[in-house]
């Protein structure tokens, strides 16, 4: 299984960027994605999930993010809209086999088995 994240760049205040986590190795759509995220000197944080329909978000980014999944294209989005500065941090997809997972741990990294590479994202003007 592997994840490819993209989509990362240099984007000012109140912009937009549309981050994609490209899923292969799967045999079907039957699984989960968490978007996470690590700004400098912080620990990585949970951003999003998205399993078979639930989707959550973290309380930081409610209402300004929005993660959606393309199961033609084994890709899971995560569409981030009136960013800010405090959303600079390398963000990273996480894939678990099945729909199984606790839903309250959805921010627990170990609940992942496997990583994409990470994608710069930094917000300034």
């Known amino acids: 299984v592997q994840l490819q994240a993209s989509g990362g760049g240099l984007v000012q205040p109140g912009g937009s960027l549309r981050l994609s986590c490209v899923v292969s190795g799967f045999t079907s759509d039957s699984y989960t994605i968490g978007w996470f995220r690590q700004a400098p000197g912080k620990e990585r944080e949970g951003v999003s999930y998205?399993?078979?329909?639930?989707?959550f978000y973290a309380d930081s980014v409610k209402g300004r993010f929005t993660i959606s999944r393309d199961n033609t294209k084994n890709t899971v989005y995560l569409q981030m809209n009136s960013v800010k500065p405090d959303d600079t941090a390398v963000y990273y997809c996480?894939?678990?086999?099945?729909?199984?997972?606790?839903?309250?741990?959805?921010?627990?990294?170990?609940?992942?088995?496997?990583w994409g590479q990470g994608t710069l994202v930094t917000v300034s003007s």
């Open positions: 996480a894939a678990r086999r099945g729909f199984n997972m606790i839903l309250s741990t959805w921010r627990q990294q170990e609940r992942y088995d496997y």
């Open positions: 998205i399993g078979d329909s639930r989707k």
